[in-house]
Nanobody, 126 residues
Framework: QVQLVESGGDLVQPGGSLRLSCAAS????????IGWFRQAPGKEREGVSA????????YYADSVKGRFTISRDNGNGTLYLQMTSLKPEDTGVYYC???????????????????WGQGTQVTVSS
């Protein structure tokens, strides 16, 4: 019943910007932790950003602080990741994930989440 569908991935040049979207359905978003994770070829999946919907707390990986912004549209249940100043190191498959509150694991750890989307490819290259 819970579905997460990512979109917006693309090929962009270094320094460019991109906005990813995650359409969430089948649960009450206001009582969930929801976030973005990415996985580069040959690397483990890592947390990028997350938001706790009850109090609005946000979390960012050190590698993206100041460049990425997580937000949500309460009207249509969509989660966004605005990415700016993109670097080749940002390349990877980006996943949206969610789980019901409270979390028992820190929100940037993939193991904290039970529900995942299929991912969208982001490639940063000249």
């Amino acid at each position: 019943q819970v579905q997460l569908v990512e979109s917006g991935g693309d090929l962009v040049q270094p320094g460019g910007s991109l906005r990813l979207s995650c359409a969430a359905s089948g649960f009450i978003l206001e009582y969930y932790a929801i976030g973005w994770f990415r996985q580069a070829p040959g690397k483990e999946r890592e947390g990028v950003s997350a938001i706790i919907t009850t109090d609005g707390s946000t979390y960012y990986a050190d590698s993206v602080k100041g460049r990425f912004t997580i937000s949500r549209d309460n009207g249509n249940g969509t989660l966004y990741l605005q990415m700016t100043s993109l670097k080749p190191e940002d390349t990877g498959v980006y996943y949206c994930a969610a789980d019901i509150l409270p979390l028992s694991i820190p929100p940037l750890r993939p193991s904290a989440y039970d529900y995942w989307g299929q991912g969208t490819q982001v490639t940063v290259s000249s």
